[in-house]
């Protein structure tokens, strides 16, 4: 069964919007919790790093105003677009880890997002 | 630092033969290495995993890989390729003490024609 849950699966909003996904853990306390933007033909490219009842840590070039991450149990981060843009359209994909070495990251099914 | 390079970026098999898609990896420390799968306006499935245990790694849907540390490579394979297995293909790696974080592949497209 889903390890995790990621909501929601796709969403259209105008330009200026902001837009909020979540991602929950489904089967395990998740200390640590990424966010990942994937364009079209391309593979994942690391956003952010969440780890339950801290800052968000966000990779060079994101912009941690731009994309609030809030990672407040641990069973649930969400990850908000904030006044929207046509160039923030993409694929997002949360993924939980129970943050032990060498344990493989489980994925959601990701949210299309599409901005008018 | 890590790094992960799939060989191929297409790849195509006609149902009912061999699959084989390559990777290589260079990490600074000892390597968690996945196989994870992507199926259209899907998340990634984990096909299998490498952690430093038996070095021929079976996972689901009948696929395979072998870590071979002295040719740094961690190629995927399958005996009989099935229309189902047609999907985008990411070769990860973890390094011990990286934080956990994944470098990732950029994919390989596997078409599997009747």
């Known amino acids: 069964g889903a390890v995790v849950s990621q909501h929601p699966s796709w969403v259209i909003c105008k330009s200026g919007t902001s837009v909020k996904i979540e991602c929950r853990s489904l089967?395990?306390?998740?200390?640590?919790m990424f966010w990942y933007r994937q364009f079209p033909k391309q593979s994942l490219m690391l956003m952010a790093t969440s780890n339950e009842g801290s800052k968000a840590t966000y990779e060079q070039g994101v912009e941690k105003d731009k994309f609030l991450i809030n990672h407040a149990s641990l069973t649930l981060s969400t990850l908000t677009v904030t006044s929207a843009h046509p160039e923030d359209s993409s694929f997002y994909i949360c993924s939980v880890t129970t943050g032990q070495a060498a344990q493989p990251q489980h994925f959601g099914d990701g949210t299309r997002l599409s901005i008018l | 630092a890590q790094s992960v390079t799939q060989l191929d970026s297409h790849v195509s098999v006609s149902e009912g033969t061999p699959v084989l898609l390559r990777c290589n990896y260079s990490s600074s420390y000892s390597p968690s290495l996945f196989w994870y799968v992507q199926h259209p306006n899907k998340g990634l499935q984990l096909l299998l995993k490498?952690?430093?245990?038996?070095?021929l790694v079976k996972g689901i849907n009948g696929f395979e890989a072998e870590f071979k540390k002295s040719e740094t490579s961690f190629h995927l394979t399958k005996p009989s390729a099935h229309m189902s297995d047609a999907a985008e293909y990411f070769c990860v790696v973890s390094a011990t003490g990286g934080g956990n974080k994944l470098t990732f592949g950029t994919g390989t497209q596997l078409k599997v024609e009747l």
């Open positions: 490498y952690t430093s245990a038996a070095t």
């Open positions: 089967d395990f306390q998740a200390t640590t």
